[in-house]
């Protein structure tokens, strides 16, 4: 068996700031534990894929992730393909990711994880043949509140999102939207479609409460258009996963789903901003895509 080594992907502006704040409590419990790694700082978007894919071609077992779901999700682009195993160490606003995995939020356990923990194999969700994705896609108010939460410099964590949520609630349009899965097809104006791999997105919004990681499928939520006062009403239900009762609500889970709009329709993947191919595009699981260390 060969032995275990890793190659550590930081990205110190993740959360705000908040991995630049315990990087060094990071550093002192790596070497308390002797754990032999390779460091990479990024600073460009995207950088994290092909850093990943440079660790494993020198021969890297593991591929740490340091940072938030975005980190997380450029790492796994990188990964996925590979037998290299993708590993964890939470920094960022969200953390998403890993509510799916039981992945420790603390620092200090999610070093300790590098050395006790078993792998898992998990799905992923893709964009057309481009770009993967762990948690989800997310199109509407829920990307916009991304982007929100991307501007903020004093809140952190799910207040941050729970705040740009409220205020999106009041000013984002809906859009129109066509979807076209496996023997269904669904038009209606949504103030938010997402395609989910995991059950949470935004900072712990439960959006997909049917979504495994591991079940073969992509849970498609598409939710329509309420009177703004409304929304705010609704909004506690969508954070509980408590929507899905909603008439104005749809929810399918699907292999492969076809996506069509003659909107400009704003996205995130993973949380962060993200430009979508085209005006129709297709959403897709591909199983057992992702090895990734857990406890």
């Given at each position: 068996?060969?032995?275990?080594?890793?190659?550590?992907?930081v990205n110190l502006i993740a959360g705000q700031g908040?991995?630049?704040?315990?990087?060094?409590?990071?550093?002192?419990?790596?070497?308390?534990?002797?754990?032999?790694?390779?460091?990479?700082?990024?600073?460009?978007?995207?950088?994290?894929?092909?850093?990943?894919?440079?660790?494993?071609?020198?021969?890297?077992?593991?591929?740490?992730?340091?940072?938030?779901?975005?980190?997380?999700?450029?790492?796994?682009?990188?990964?996925v393909g590979s037998d290299a195993i993708l590993a964890?160490?939470?920094?960022?606003?969200?953390?998403?990711?890993?509510?799916?995995?039981?992945?420790?939020?603390?620092?200090?356990?999610?070093?300790?994880?590098?050395?006790?923990?078993?792998?898992?194999?998990?799905?992923?969700?893709?964009?057309?043949?481009?770009?993967?994705?762990?948690?989800?896609?997310?199109?509407?108010?829920?990307?916009?509140?991304?982007?929100?939460?991307?501007?903020?410099?004093?809140?952190?964590?799910?207040?941050?999102?729970?705040?740009?949520?409220?205020?999106?609630?009041?000013?984002?349009?809906?859009?129109?939207?066509?979807?076209?899965?496996?023997?269904?097809?669904?038009?209606?104006?949504?103030?938010?479609?997402?395609?989910?791999?995991?059950?949470?997105?935004?900072?712990?919004?439960?959006?997909?409460?049917?979504?495994?990681?591991?079940?073969?499928?992509?849970?498609?939520?598409?939710?329509?258009?309420?009177?703004?006062?409304?929304?705010?009403?609704?909004?506690?239900?969508?954070?509980?996963?408590?929507?899905?009762?909603?008439?104005?609500?749809?929810?399918?889970?699907?292999?492969?789903?076809?996506?069509?709009?003659?909107?400009?329709?704003?996205?995130?993947?993973?949380?962060?901003?993200?430009?979508?191919?085209?005006?129709?595009?297709?959403?897709?699981?591909?199983?057992?895509?992702?090895?990734?260390?857990?406890?």
């Amino acid at each position: 068996m060969q032995k275990a080594s890793y190659f550590l992907i930081v990205n110190l502006i993740a959360g705000q700031g908040r991995c630049k704040e315990i990087f060094p409590a990071v550093r002192k419990e790596l070497e308390k534990l002797r754990v032999d790694y390779d460091l990479h700082y990024t600073n460009e978007p995207e950088e994290a894929i092909d850093v990943a894919r440079m660790g494993i071609e020198s021969g890297f077992t593991h591929i740490v992730a340091m940072g938030g779901d975005g980190t997380i999700n450029e790492v796994a682009n990188g990964v996925v393909g590979s037998d290299a195993i993708l590993a964890v160490i939470p920094a960022g606003t969200g953390n998403d990711f890993i509510h799916m995995t039981g992945i420790p939020s603390d620092h200090r356990d999610a070093v300790a994880l590098l050395l006790h923990g078993r792998e898992r194999t998990v799905d992923l969700g893709q964009i057309d043949d481009n770009r993967y994705f762990v948690n989800g896609l997310g199109i509407g108010i829920d990307a916009q509140v991304a982007r929100d939460v991307l501007k903020m410099e004093r809140l952190r964590g799910a207040v941050a999102y729970l705040y740009a949520a409220v205020r999106e609630v009041f000013r984002f349009p809906a859009f129109p939207v066509k979807l076209t899965g496996s023997g269904w097809s669904e038009e209606k104006n949504c103030l938010s479609l997402g395609f989910a791999n995991g059950k949470y997105c935004g900072g712990g919004f439960k959006l997909a409460p049917k979504a495994e990681i591991d079940d073969g499928k992509i849970d498609i939520s598409a939710i329509g258009d309420f009177p703004k006062l409304e929304r705010l009403i609704r909004l506690p239900q969508a954070r509980k996963g408590e929507h899905l009762k909603l008439s104005r609500v749809s929810y399918h889970q699907d292999v492969h789903v076809t996506v069509s709009s003659e909107a400009k329709l704003i996205a995130h993947v993973d949380g962060e901003p993200y430009k979508l191919p085209k005006s129709e595009f297709s959403v897709s699981v591909q199983p057992d895509a992702l090895r990734v260390l857990v406890p």
